[in-house]
């Protein structure tokens, strides 16, 4: 088992799960999207984490992770912040994965 990199259990807790449908706002908090990202300049930064470590991780296993097995992996550790659980969910929701 990798040792998961501090920036995903870093400091990303205590977000709001809010209802929102305005176009320019974040789909997972209140704040403003930054374009060309889907979202805020904070779940923007928890999804690049997610990304980089999705590298580090399947180079730790030897290519054999899939996404969505990494993501089980993420939302398995008791660590794992309240943004990255919130932007996992968003990408299976959307189908985005693989
Ligand atoms: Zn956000």
Redesign the pocket.
């Known amino acids: 088992m990798p040792t998961i990199p501090k920036s995903l259990s870093a400091p990303y807790s205590g977000?709001y799960p809010t209802v929102h449908n305005m176009p320019d706002?974040?789909?997972?908090?209140?704040?403003r999207?930054e374009p060309p990202s889907d979202?805020?300049?904070?779940?923007?930064a928890?999804l690049k984490n997610l990304e980089e470590a999705y590298a580090i991780w399947t180079k730790a296993f030897d290519g054999q992770l899939t996404k969505e097995e990494y993501y089980a992996k993420v939302l398995a550790r008791s660590e794992t912040g309240r943004?990255i659980r919130?932007l996992i969910n968003y990408i299976r929701a959307q189908g985005a994965g693989g």
């Open positions: 977000i706002q974040c789909p997972l908090c209140d704040r999207k979202f805020c300049t904070f779940h923007g928890a943004a919130d």
